[in-house]
């Protein structure tokens, strides 16, 4: 079966997302709101298969602290007003190099280009699917 989404009319965080699945439909919404914030390098995995910790990680860059911050409240936002949730566990905002928002299903890591290079968290789960950000996004 295949998914479907409503194509975006604007670029708000509060783009509606439509989905199969609880997690999908978290994971959507994550993608979303780092891109209204002109996020970099959006890597949006689907560790199901492979962890027993979510079924998706989504990877990507904030390039100073401000952002790293800005787009962590933006995920919050977005997944409050579409999914109904709020983070299971934040860490790291304060300090704003890398963000980590746990939705159990979705986990969000927002980092600056600096963390993401050392820790390379695309390598290590290098054998889990990468989901197109097009595909994902209905661009």
Sequence with gaps: MTER??????????R????????RQLIEAIAIAADDRQAGDIAILDVSN??????????VTGFSKAQVRAIADAIEKQVAAQCGQNPLRVEGKTEGSWVVLDYGDAIAHIMLPSERE??????????????ELPVLLGD
């Design 5 to 14: 989404r409503s194509t975006p009319t604007d670029r708000s965080p509060e």
């Design 16 to 23: 509606a997302v439509t989905d199969l699945t609880p997690s």
């Design 50 to 59: 492979v962890s027993y910790l979510a079924d998706y990680f989504a990877i």
């Design 118 to 131: 050392f820790y390379s968290l695309e390598a290590f789960w290098g054998h889990a699917e990468r989901l």
